[in-house]
């Protein structure tokens, strides 16, 4: 360590005219680069003497320290930040926000288990009925993500998200300086300043919530150095390992990778390459390219087949060239926030390279199309919608850390281009604009320092409130480097331009990571402390099939995953579209891509098989057993249970099971499986009553049962309250178990009002907001017959015998004289298979869901497994790609000297990738450009 601090202090003061006269980056001429100031060029004079005069380990050894410091100085950054706000370890604050909360971290748990104790990662029981979680797939095939699961506590998960955080952009970092070291000859110090600009680049620093797109940004630079390796020395096989490895680890990040790298790849080839490499150059990108997705195929292949049978999916893809084409220009706050925050320097740097462009007219002509095709859709929402496939939810510019590592790039090549043509600061005006630049600087710095903070509201560092402050801190940040770096005094400007620097990622990742005002209920994490206490609390047997339920929806949606307990509630976003339709259909909550507890009928509960029940509120032992407390929860059984499904009449497979009325559904179903119920379900008279601001229904209940009800749709904004016999109904969600308006977020179907017997029951509705009107309203009643419901779940129970393994299910039953099908409640997930007494049976989609299997008269056994569809052909297909990568590495190292040769195949690929290359920008680009200015210039 003292010798790289003695190498970097002498560094400062070496003569210039040390420099070696080699110029592996063909730079024009040897006195440009002497001339360079000291303080930009002397620690690369140093590094570029110890690589001619050093030999062995400690050479080596430097080097390594000095592409350590990256992630060293991001490691340092991130401390000095949870040391400030109290993040633990230096506190009980967190990194985590947003839905990496309620989405990622309950995730992280499942990989635990599976790690740990050999949970299925293949499937999953303990959600949404039973799936493939893709996303826990994909973070376990990640070394460094299984290594840290490996080490961290199952029970300090979230803690440990600190960490967790800060190693993805330390790795970041490090990919950044192993690029930009193997590329430029730029200054080391000036390489270390870019790398941790990218680590903490604004994409990071607005995206971080989404854990599994922070691997891509790490990855990204490596695949740009292998694409380098390509274009220059025709070697493929790095290139399509490291892509190939993007792509199974995220593939829908990687498919705008592969969008960047098609378009800015095309313009390298058709700008940068002379002539005679093109049509190689062509077919060699072409080759790397389809053999990473073809080495992916065994994560690829399973990913996009469940990610296209999600809702997500079908809505991202539902809009036509057309409809996205005519989209108004759209200037939000996260697209204006990749442009200005910790751009100002590469911005600086990349018009110094255009106002050089005569010089250096591919390089700047490259750079600033590349930065175009990156930024565009900043402006054009046309643009920013194709690459997202037509939708992106609240997330644009998915692929903006794309455009940083350009921006980055293309500063790594002009200083190194151009390192000994800056400060010329001889003249008067040189001074009076050195001066200017740091009057620039210092006005941005105190922005920084006093506006910044203006509102705590959220994570992210851009909002209304200091949209037009962050604005000017570019510009006058941009300014001033830009002045310093042409006009500036060499010593003084270098240190101001590490300061500023400094200065921007220092306050913009605080800012990000700064303890901003409570979180709303539904980012709270309280939720994952109460679920680990009643993990350890919880000593009920996990067979795999039976189900809990936390009834009043204390907990957040994907609790499950964290009491490793089944449950179909669910949101991890790429789940089967079916699973939410038919849960609504129901009678079950649901909110966006989420599948909840709250809602659902006696009947339905025990169809799903709810076993178990958490309540925060004590239940009517009449229906629920009390097993005592976990955590500040009770623990119930249900007095009504199923065996784990039912055999049912061929009705349960058709459309006419499953309808829009709740109630009608449920009878169909128990009489699709009990023949005669069909009356489980019963509407009682009643009478209604209106006013300006209430409605009175007068139930007549005859017999003795659960009244249900059931609203037409009502908005959040135009609430309820439900009073039943004079006392209002609870209506508890989550953050809000005190709630009495109806409908809440995360309670929003069918209510039980209660049990009664032969009485007339009052239920007043209570409009909450004064603009709400009855207009519209309805109401719909039905009573459940309690006692025909237990004879069901007697006759049920007896029937059927099911045993789980990881992922398979033996079941014996047997089927009586109307019994056509065993139905199952679990999700119809692509990748079922099934023997039915040893033959090969279909399975069947049943309830729009769930699974169906016809039976033989008698006695049955039915065998079903699941293994991710796509993934065992997938597996050949990599092995097979894999089997063609060793050849060609085998080929490669033969010939390490392969030149690019021109013939006419290779002139075939150049033409055609320039053909489709000029087809994508005219449709992506130029059309929708010139439709928005249209739109925004001239019909307005």
Known sequence: ??????????????????????????????????????????????????????????????????????????????????????????????????????????????????????????????????????????????????????????????????????????????????????????????????????GFNAYVLQYYTNPTWLDVVAV??????????????????????????????????????????????????????????????????????????????????????????????????????????????????????????????????????????????????????????????????????FWHMGSYVNFPMRFAFMMHFTLLTASCYTVDRFGGELFKNKKPYHIGAFVCAVLAGAASCYLIFTKLFADKSEYKILYADNINVMISIFIGLAAAYFLMLMFGKKEIACILICAFAVTEVGSFANRTFSKGRSRLYEYSLSFIDECNVIYDELDIENDRLSRIKNID??????????????????????????????????????????????????????????????????????????????????????????????????????????????????????????????????????????????????????????????FSTISKRDSIEIHVNGEKLPVPSLGKQWSTAYPERFNNSIMNLGDFENEEVTVKIVKVNEKFTFNNFKAYFSLMDNEKLSEICREESEKIKATAGKRSLDVKVTAGENDDYLFLPITNNVGWSCTVNGRDAEIETAIGNFIAVKLEKGDNEVNLKFFPAGMKPGIVISLLALLGLLFIFLFEMKNKNRKHSENKFYTIVQFGYFAALSAVIILMYIIPAGVSLYQEFIMK
């Not at 274009?231 to 399509?240: G, H, L, S």
């Not at 390089?363 to 930065?371: E, G, K, V």
């Open 1 to 198: 360590m003292f010798d790289l601090i003695s190498v970097i202090l002498h560094g400062f003061s070496l003569p210039t005219d040390r420099l070696p006269a080699s110029n592996p980056y063909n730079l024009t001429t040897k006195s440009t680069a002497q001339s360079a100031h000291p303080h930009l060029c002397g620690v690369a004079l140093t590094v570029m003497m110890m690589k001619t005069t050093l030999n062995g380990k400690k050479n080596d050894r430097l080097r390594a320290l000095y592409l350590l410091l990256p992630p060293f100085f991001t490691v340092l950054i991130f401390t000095a930040i949870y040391i400030v706000n109290g993040i633990y370890p230096f506190g009980y604050e967190s990194v985590v926000y947003y839905d990496m909360g309620q989405c990622n971290v309950p995730v992280f748990y499942t990989v635990w288990d599976a790690i740990h104790s050999g949970g299925g990662v293949l499937f999953n029981w303990n959600t949404a009925g039973g799936i493939f979680i893709n996303g826990s797939f994909d973070l376990i095939i990640n070394p460094v993500n299984f290594l840290f699961f490996l080490i961290c506590p199952r029970d300090l998960i979230l803690q440990w998200m600190s960490f967790f955080v800060m190693l993805k952009f330390a790795l970041s970092s490090f990919t950044a300086m192993l690029f930009f070291d193997k590329k430029f000859n730029t200054d080391k110090m000036l390489k270390i300043v870019f790398s941790v600009m990218y």
């Open 220 to 385: 990204f630079p490596l695949i740009i150095y292998a694409l380098d390796r390509v274009f220059e020395k025709r070697r493929i096989v790095m290139y399509a390992v490291v892509l190939a490895f993007c792509l199974s680890i995220q593939l829908y990040i990687s498919y705008m990778v592969y969008f960047f790298l098609f378009i800015v790849g095309g313009l390298y080839i058709f700008i940068v390459l002379p002539k005679k490499k093109r049509g190689a150059a062509s077919f060699d990108f072409a080759l790397g390219s389809v053999s990473a997705l073809i080495l992916s195929s065994f994560s690829a292949i399973p990913a996009y087949i469940y990610t296209s049978e999600s809702s997500r999916y079908e809505t991202a893809t539902s809009k036509s060239y057309f409809t996205i084409l005519g989209k108004e220009m759209i200037l939000s706050y996260d697209k204006i926030g990749m442009a200005v925050i910790l751009t100002a320097l590469p911005t600086a740097l990349l018009l110094i390279l255009l106002i050089k462009a005569k010089k250096e007219k591919k390089a700047a002509a490259f750079f600033a199309s590349a930065a175009a095709v990156c930024v565009l859709p900043v402006v054009f929402e046309n643009i920013n919608l």
């Open 553 to 710: 929806a204390r907990l957040n949606t994907n609790y499950p995953l964290i009491l490793d307990y089944p449950s179909m509630s669910n949101f991890t976003h790429v789940i089967p579209a079916t699973i939410k339709q038919s849960m609504k259909k129901l009678g079950y909550s649901t909110v966006y891509t989420r599948i909840l507890d709250t809602g659902g009928t006696l009947f339905t509960d025990a169809l799903l098989n709810y076993k178990y029940v958490l309540s925060s509120e004590e239940l009517p032992q009449s229906k629920y057993q009390s097993l005592g407390e976990v955590g500040d929860m009770e623990l119930y059984m249900s007095r009504y249970r199923f065996s784990f499904g039912a055999t049912a009449n061929s009705d349960i497979v058709t459309d006419k099971v499953i309808g829009t009325d709740v109630f009608k559904t449920n009878n169909y179903i128990a009489n699709s499986i009990t023949g005669k119920y069909s009356c489980l379900f019963t509407s009682p008279d009643h009478s209604a009553e209106s006013a300006d601001s209430e409605y009175t229904y007068t139930v007549d209940v005859r017999g003795k049962g659960t009244l249900y009800a059931a």
